[in-house]
């Protein structure tokens, strides 16, 4: 068996951590930005969706875009679009200028996810589920300490000290150059040896049944993307309004409720290469409805239990869903990445407005009590065929 490429996929584990954590800034500014700009609920949504779209459009135009002619810069590229949005982001005092930064930033998610996921799967070899695990852990764990360092650094003395995170994006430019260094040696190696690159990439299925096992993916993902939208833009205002905690304090809950996620992320991709994929699908998105069922009606320390474990179960699934699709459409390593990425993170942003207008109206506790249901959808998993974890591209 040929072992992955373990330094590179560090490396990308590392790019993804800094990525998100720049990102994860926004949504932690939340509670700040809104008594800053006087904002109301729908316009909290309508940041996030901005981001959202600009990052979930661009991702599978990317992916495609670079399935047919590699950029060896492209990560750079998508952070240095991060960098300038974080920039302009602690400064705009407009609603306008938010939307402008925020796009930035979602343009940089959109370059990177693709991309670097195509990478991780190239540098997996024949341990993708580990790979994708190192990966996308890195991306929760970024996300997690986000939260975190805003509570530490930018809530006691205000948005501008948002810039000190460019610290963190100089950190990312560094992480990148052994990836550009890897990745131009396989693409040289591709070159001049492309017959030693090529495998069996027959569809498992045919077109009619890939397209709906790939609809039925989405409903999966719709699923898990409305509920953790509800989590991770409104858990705050949740927690501070039914239990009447500090900022910092509620940061720490998010931090706790984030970090649950890394674990689950770390958890599912080694189980579904030994277990199979649809397993590690099935049981983590339906299996969080026990969870998120009863958050609504928790007390404090009882709802930061909660949130853990349906952090846990629900991110367990997105390392094999996204292999899942990949052995769908071998040839397509990034264009398929960008897909489900962006859609993803469209479902996410689309919720965050829908779900924003729907507190203003009816409250935020009524968010909780309505996206509980959202799991259980998890019971379309039952109609995926089994597929044999299949090699994809060397």
Known sequence: MAMPAFPIL???CAAHSLNDLLQSVITAVYPMLKQELSLDFAQIGWITLVYQISSSIFQPVVGLAFDKRPFL??????????SIGIALFSYCTTLSGILVAVFLVGIGSATLHPEASRITSLAGRERRGFAQSIFQVGGNFGGSIGPLLVALIVAPHGRHYVLWFLVFSTLAFAAMTPIIK????????LKNHPEAHKKSLALPLSKPRTIFVICVIMVLIFSKYVYMASLSSYYTFYLIQKFGISVELSQIFLFIFVVSTAIGTMVGGPIGDRYGRKLVIWISILGTAPFSLLLPHASLPLTAVLSFCAGFMLSSAFPAILLYAQELLPTKLGMISGLFFGFAFGVGGIASAVLGNFADIYG???IYNFCAYMPLLGIVACLLPNLKNRELPK
């Open 364 to 366: 935020i506790e009524a």
């Open 10 to 12: 560090l490396a990308l």
């Open 182 to 189: 890897w990745y131009k040696g396989y693409l040289t190696d």
């Open 73 to 82: 810069y492209s990560l750079p590229m998508g952070m240095l679009s991060t």
